[in-house]
């Protein structure tokens, strides 16, 4: 039943802005299929049968045997760095609890010179709209992977750790999508440099007026075609529901209303002459005149320009906007289920504070609150789940691997439904067990194919190189002779510890049960480590 | 999770004898692949649902071109009347679909897809995300509601007694929607061709047995997601999706909906026991450059209608093994803004397309366009969504008592089943 096929786009406001036309959409899959395909299909019919076990009563849910309490800074390890790594901890060991926070709390002290010079090829992070459009309009896929593949490098690779775990949750509470309009990586560059980076750890109130008036913000959430004569809320909605005072935050439709006349204005520089094309500008002729009324507040029409940052004032010294903030970062640091007490807590150093965001990470930080963040889930504590990208990261992090190409790494992410920036809706990835627990087969299939690559790959892990003679050394491995106790030592020195004894007990089952035990065999042990279910907490 | 058939936590296997004993778990397999096609009683078709996520503008989709208001509101963005090229392709007189949804017709006119429309979820709320929750709860009272998980969780615990398979729902993506909240049995699956067990096929039975024992102890959903995984890797990896060939010449686009609706159609067909599958589409929260003919929304559109019409004709001789249904959050408000797009609004169209449904008609008490009609300025909801899908699973699920499914709600009949 033939229909004829849509013409493309049809020239729109947003087109008649591109002198040289719109982009096309830069697609992971042909990237990889250009490099030789994504790895073919694994064992195809396995084992039909082991299905059994559903049956067998073993899954019957119940408390894991475990240890409920581990060393607090073994946890704050675990919590502000993008994943437990032993040298990385040794050194904090070193420097001791306080002093290896505080200087996380720091990034621009610490010396992150080679990650810089790792980075110094991805020319495209630190160009502005208008160069990116000029270079690269034909063909956008290079920005678009380097955007991605920084993030994924940094993550692993910076000695910030901290910064980096803290960005990775503000580009979430910020939810942008990389994709919006095929144009959306023209802003990304300047949004993470100029907005984002800058305030990650340092006054929220500044944080949200800096995305408010971000070029990437206004573009993908519409605010730059929000005029007098043309209202347009979605910015203003989310600004309430998901940057600031929360759904329940009690705000009314009219001050959806009312909030998006005061950002009235705020639009792109559309002037392509000029070298801030498409970076944020107020158009005063395009503002709404008159006094607006938000959240019980008068904010006065004059100056027109200011009404936006009226706005910021208002929701950002809000009770709601300081209690929503509060629970989502202690979910993020520690436990999907704060306490409620630390969360008045942190709320209330949040008013004091003006936001903050070290005085909040401090109290959150807390030596003793490390009780709240057991990877098994003491006592009334919800464990946290690694989320895809977490998990991904953890491995490459404790083998030491040196990732010289993150298209891989990022196309198990595709796998894994967790690419950076590519969550469509402005509420950024979840961050919850019920979202991320169910998909585990993919995990599997990552530390597999890393860590086995032979079965998929016929040769090592494309531009991912472990650090074989680390991992030896950490695990105490010179050969088959170095077989009792390896399990344990695998969970201690490279889980961090986060195996329960049952699964220590297993690995190592299955370790022996190996007829021979080589560098393979070494591999698909670490393989299945980090498959088991303590690796996906921490 | 599959519920433990003796409910014995302290099995008798040791941990030493799962490893070693694939041989015997083989031998003992309660679920070998495929064996449940027989069992799957010829009147439970699959329940297949779309979610269109972002909120569908229903005013474009079907358009109600019989309603002059509608022009009034939206002078540049209505789709025309029938007659012109870009005019609306009529259904009824009244309503009619937006030339890019065209690809509707087919099932429409075969009497296989019904439209409800001014239709939706009764809240208030015009948050996208408290929408998806109390619609796929299935509570517009929440967060103040009596439930605590997806409305398909309580039609797979109401039909219990007929599971025929450890998986009994597929969530197609990288996560499962509200609507499956809290289900066991149930997987989120993001390319079905690719649900196989890595690494080497001789430490397989190994690695998956201690996988097996040590996620086993964990609570819901991970633990007994696990186990389901490995339960349900013989179920998906039995069929050749690759290789499928889609009947009566259906041509799927080449979308990633295109794929998870082909995929399905060859789930329903090798007939498995899965009783559910979801898929989203994200990219329907056009506030701005709508696009109803060639732009945004036709795009969107072209695609789903597409992929719909191509399922429906590939599934022609298995009209009564499936329902579909595909809604969306709440619909978009009348009035169009100055971007050339529209903001959140309230009521919408919905579909439901398969056998056994009274297709090839628009079910809508009308509430009309005039100012005095809207509500707070959006369409009027005259048809709660929870009475099209009560009627779905009445009619065609066999459920028997809908009080289970949408607690507290007065099931008023809609003649969709």
Same mark, same amino acid.
């Given at each position: 039943m033939p229909h004829p096929t849509l013409p493309s786009r049809t020239p729109s406001r947003l087109e008649a802005l591109l002198p040289r036309g719109r982009p096309p959409r830069p697609d992971l899959r042909r990237r990889l299929?250009?490099?030789?395909?994504?790895?073919?299909?694994?064992?195809?019919?396995?084992?039909?049968?082991?299905?059994?076990?559903?049956?067998?009563?073993?899954?019957?849910?119940?408390?894991?045997?475990?240890?409920?309490?581990?060393?607090?800074?073994?946890?704050?390890?675990?919590?502000?760095?993008?994943?437990?790594?032993?040298?990385?901890?040794?050194?904090?060991?070193?420097?001791?609890?306080?002093?290896?926070?505080?200087?996380?709390?720091?990034?621009?002290?610490?010396?992150?010179?080679?990650?810089?010079?790792?980075?110094?090829?991805?020319?495209?992070?630190?160009?502005?709209?208008?160069?990116?459009?000029?270079?690269?309009?034909?063909?956008?896929?290079?920005?678009?992977?380097?955007?991605?593949?920084?993030?994924?490098?940094?993550?692993?690779?910076?000695?910030?750790?901290l910064q980096e775990r803290m960005v990775e949750f503000w580009w979430d509470h910020f939810c942008i999508d990389h994709n919006k309009g095929d144009i959306e990586f023209l802003f990304m560059a300047d949004h993470d440099r100029l907005k984002v980076r800058p305030h990650a750890l340092g006054s929220f109130p500044e944080l949200l007026s800096a995305v408010a008036h971000s070029n990437a913000m206004l573009f993908y959430l519409d605010n730059w075609l929000n005029v007098a004569g043309g209202i347009q809320e979605n910015y203003s909605r989310e600004l309430l529901e998901l940057h600031s005072l929360g759904v329940h935050g009690g705000y009314s439709e009219v001050d959806v209303k009312e909030v998006a006349k005061c950002f009235t204005g705020w639009t792109l520089n559309q002037d392509f002459a000029s070298p801030n094309w498409f970076r944020q500008r107020f158009e005063a002729s395009a503002h709404v005149a008159g006094d607006k009324l938000v959240l019980g507040q008068v904010i006065p029409a004059l100056p027109p320009r200011d009404n936006a940052q009226a706005v910021i004032d208002i929701v950002a010294a809000h009770p709601s906007t300081a209690a929503f903030l509060a629970r989502k970062l202690i979910r993020w640091l520690l436990t999907p289920?704060? #306490?409620?007490?630390? &969360?008045?807590?942190?709320?209330? !150093?949040?008013? %004091?504070?003006?936001? @903050?965001?070290?005085?909040? /990470?401090?109290?959150?930080?807390?030596?003793?609150?490390?009780?709240?963040?057991?990877?098994?889930?003491?006592?009334?504590?919800?464990?946290?789940?690694?989320? #895809?990208?977490?998990? &991904?990261?953890?491995?490459?992090? !404790?083998?030491? %691997?040196?990732?010289? @190409?993150?298209?891989?790494? /990022?196309?198990?992410?595709?796998?894994?439904g967790h690419v950076p920036f590519d969550h469509v809706q402005p509420d950024g990835y979840p961050d919850t067990t019920a979202a991320w627990g169910s998909a585990l087969l993919p995990r599997w299939r990552f530390a597999s194919d890393l860590l086995a690559p032979a079965a998929v790959f016929g040769e090592p892990f494309p531009g991912v190189h472990v650090a074989h003679d680390a991992v030896r050394d950490k695990l105490g491995f010179a050969g088959p002779a170095d077989r009792p106790g390896l399990a344990g030592r695998m969970n201690e020195h490279l889980f961090g510890s986060t195996l329960a004894e049952l699964e220590v007990g297993v690995l190592q089952d299955y370790i022996d049960a190996q007829p021979t035990f080589g560098g393979v065999q070494l591999y698909e042990s670490i393989a299945l480590g980090a498959s088991l279910p303590g690796f996906q907490w921490y | 999770m599959s519920t433990p058939s003796n409910g014995a936590s302290g099995s008798g296997l040791s941990r030493r004898a799962l490893l070693g004993g694939s041989a015997t778990l083989a031998a003992t397999s309660l679920w070998p692949a495929r064996t449940a096609a027989a069992a799957r009683g010829p009147g439970r078709p699959v329940l297949v649902q779309v979610f269109l996520r972002g909120a569908m503008?229903?005013?474009?989709?079907?358009?109600?071109?019989?309603?002059?208001?509608?022009?009034?509101?939206?002078?540049?963005?209505?789709?025309?009347?029938?007659?012109?090229?870009?005019?609306?392709?009529?259904?009824?007189?009244?309503?009619?679909?937006?030339?890019?949804?065209?690809?509707?017709?087919?099932?429409?006119?075969?009497?296989?897809?019904?439209?409800?429309?001014?239709?939706?979820?009764?809240?208030?709320?015009?948050?996208?995300?408290?929408?998806?929750?109390?619609?796929?709860?299935?509570?517009?009272?929440?967060?103040?509601?009596?439930?605590?998980?997806?409305?398909?969780?309580?039609?797979?615990?109401?039909?219990?007694?007929?599971?025929?398979?450890?998986?009994?729902?597929?969530?197609?993506?990288?996560?499962?929607?509200?609507?499956?909240?809290?289900?066991?049995?149930?997987?989120?699956?993001?390319?079905?061709?690719?649900?196989l067990f890595p690494g080497k096929p001789q430490t397989a039975p190994q690695r998956a047995a201690a996988i097996a024992a040590t996620y086993a102890p964990r609570p819901a959903p991970v633990g007994p997601a696990a186990l389901d995984t490995l339960s349900s890797i013989g179920i998906l990896a039995g069929i050749d999706f690759a290789g499928h060939a889609p009947a009566n010449g259906a041509q799927y686009p080449a979308s990633v909906l295109g794929r998870r609706l082909r995929d399905t159609a060859a789930l329903i067909k090798a007939g498995t026991g899965v009783e559910v599958v979801t898929v989203d589409v994200d990219g329907w929260d056009l506030h701005a450059e709508l696009g109803p003919i060639t732009g945004n929304m036709a795009l969107l559109l072209d695609d789903l209608s597409r992929a719909l019409e191509a399922f429906y004709l590939d599934l022609l001789a298995h009209l009564d093994d499936y329902v579909l249904v595909c809604l969306s959050e709440f619909g978009r408000r009348v009035e169009e803004n100055a971007s050339a797009g529209t903001d959140h609004g309230h009521g919408n169209a919905m579909f439901v397309l398969g056998g056994g449904i009274h297709g090839g008609q628009v079910l809508a008490q009308w509430p009309g366009l005039s100012a005095a009609d809207l509500d707070n300025g959006d369409l009027a909801i005259t048809t709660d969504y929870r009475d099209v899908l009560g009627e779905v699973l009445r009619e065609r699920l066999g459920v028997t008592d809908l009080t289970a499914i949408f607690p507290q709600h007065v099931f008023v009949p809609v003649g969709v089943a």
């Amino acid at each position: 039943m033939p229909h004829p096929t849509l013409p493309s786009r049809t020239p729109s406001r947003l087109e008649a802005l591109l002198p040289r036309g719109r982009p096309p959409r830069p697609d992971l899959r042909r990237r990889l299929d250009a490099l030789g395909g994504p790895p073919p299909a694994p064992v195809r019919r396995p084992l039909a049968l082991l299905g059994r076990l559903a049956g067998t009563g073993l899954g019957a849910p119940a408390a894991p045997a475990r240890a409920p309490h581990r060393d607090p800074l073994l946890t704050l390890v675990h919590r502000i760095t993008q994943g437990f790594e032993r040298t990385e901890y040794e050194r904090a060991r070193a420097l001791g609890y306080d002093a290896y926070l505080e200087e996380q709390l720091a990034p621009e002290s610490i010396d992150d010179s080679a990650m810089d010079a790792r980075l110094a090829g991805y020319t495209t992070l630190a160009l502005s709209p208008k160069q990116l459009y000029e270079a690269y309009f034909a063909d956008p896929g290079e920005p678009y992977f380097q955007f991605k593949g920084a993030a994924l490098l940094r993550a692993v690779h910076s000695r910030r750790q901290l910064q980096e775990r803290m960005v990775e949750f503000w580009w979430d509470h910020f939810c942008i999508d990389h994709n919006k309009g095929d144009i959306e990586f023209l802003f990304m560059a300047d949004h993470d440099r100029l907005k984002v980076r800058p305030h990650a750890l340092g006054s929220f109130p500044e944080l949200l007026s800096a995305v408010a008036h971000s070029n990437a913000m206004l573009f993908y959430l519409d605010n730059w075609l929000n005029v007098a004569g043309g209202i347009q809320e979605n910015y203003s909605r989310e600004l309430l529901e998901l940057h600031s005072l929360g759904v329940h935050g009690g705000y009314s439709e009219v001050d959806v209303k009312e909030v998006a006349k005061c950002f009235t204005g705020w639009t792109l520089n559309q002037d392509f002459a000029s070298p801030n094309w498409f970076r944020q500008r107020f158009e005063a002729s395009a503002h709404v005149a008159g006094d607006k009324l938000v959240l019980g507040q008068v904010i006065p029409a004059l100056p027109p320009r200011d009404n936006a940052q009226a706005v910021i004032d208002i929701v950002a010294a809000h009770p709601s906007t300081a209690a929503f903030l509060a629970r989502k970062l202690i979910r993020w640091l520690l436990t999907p289920t704060p #306490p409620q007490a630390l &969360v008045d807590q942190v709320a209330s !150093t949040y008013l %004091a504070t003006n936001g @903050d965001v070290k005085a909040l /990470l401090r109290v959150i930080l807390a030596r003793e609150n490390m009780r709240w963040a057991s990877p098994l889930g003491a006592p009334r504590v919800a464990p946290r789940l690694r989320r #895809p990208f977490h998990f &991904v990261v953890s491995l490459l992090r !404790t083998l030491g %691997a040196d990732v010289a @190409d993150p298209i891989y790494p /990022l196309f198990y992410l595709y796998t894994l439904g967790h690419v950076p920036f590519d969550h469509v809706q402005p509420d950024g990835y979840p961050d919850t067990t019920a979202a991320w627990g169910s998909a585990l087969l993919p995990r599997w299939r990552f530390a597999s194919d890393l860590l086995a690559p032979a079965a998929v790959f016929g040769e090592p892990f494309p531009g991912v190189h472990v650090a074989h003679d680390a991992v030896r050394d950490k695990l105490g491995f010179a050969g088959p002779a170095d077989r009792p106790g390896l399990a344990g030592r695998m969970n201690e020195h490279l889980f961090g510890s986060t195996l329960a004894e049952l699964e220590v007990g297993v690995l190592q089952d299955y370790i022996d049960a190996q007829p021979t035990f080589g560098g393979v065999q070494l591999y698909e042990s670490i393989a299945l480590g980090a498959s088991l279910p303590g690796f996906q907490w921490y | 999770m599959s519920t433990p058939s003796n409910g014995a936590s302290g099995s008798g296997l040791s941990r030493r004898a799962l490893l070693g004993g694939s041989a015997t778990l083989a031998a003992t397999s309660l679920w070998p692949a495929r064996t449940a096609a027989a069992a799957r009683g010829p009147g439970r078709p699959v329940l297949v649902q779309v979610f269109l996520r972002g909120a569908m503008d229903g005013l474009t989709t079907v358009v109600p071109h019989g309603d002059g208001d509608l022009y009034a509101w939206r002078p540049t963005l209505a789709v025309q009347p029938p007659g012109p090229p870009q005019g609306a392709r009529d259904l009824d007189g009244f309503f009619g679909l937006a030339p890019a949804a065209a690809p509707l017709l087919t099932p429409y006119a075969a009497g296989h897809l019904a439209i409800v429309h001014a239709c939706g979820s009764t809240d208030p709320t015009r948050s996208h995300f408290d929408a998806f929750v109390r619609m796929e709860f299935g509570d517009p009272l929440l967060p103040l509601g009596t439930v605590d998980n997806g409305w398909i969780t309580r039609t797979l615990q109401a039909t219990q007694a007929q599971a025929t398979s450890p998986l009994r729902a597929i969530g197609a993506g990288d996560i499962l929607p509200h609507s499956l909240a809290g289900a066991t049995s149930t997987l989120p699956v993001p390319d079905f061709a690719s649900f196989l067990f890595p690494g080497k096929p001789q430490t397989a039975p190994q690695r998956a047995a201690a996988i097996a024992a040590t996620y086993a102890p964990r609570p819901a959903p991970v633990g007994p997601a696990a186990l389901d995984t490995l339960s349900s890797i013989g179920i998906l990896a039995g069929i050749d999706f690759a290789g499928h060939a889609p009947a009566n010449g259906a041509q799927y686009p080449a979308s990633v909906l295109g794929r998870r609706l082909r995929d399905t159609a060859a789930l329903i067909k090798a007939g498995t026991g899965v009783e559910v599958v979801t898929v989203d589409v994200d990219g329907w929260d056009l506030h701005a450059e709508l696009g109803p003919i060639t732009g945004n929304m036709a795009l969107l559109l072209d695609d789903l209608s597409r992929a719909l019409e191509a399922f429906y004709l590939d599934l022609l001789a298995h009209l009564d093994d499936y329902v579909l249904v595909c809604l969306s959050e709440f619909g978009r408000r009348v009035e169009e803004n100055a971007s050339a797009g529209t903001d959140h609004g309230h009521g919408n169209a919905m579909f439901v397309l398969g056998g056994g449904i009274h297709g090839g008609q628009v079910l809508a008490q009308w509430p009309g366009l005039s100012a005095a009609d809207l509500d707070n300025g959006d369409l009027a909801i005259t048809t709660d969504y929870r009475d099209v899908l009560g009627e779905v699973l009445r009619e065609r699920l066999g459920v028997t008592d809908l009080t289970a499914i949408f607690p507290q709600h007065v099931f008023v009949p809609v003649g969709v089943a």
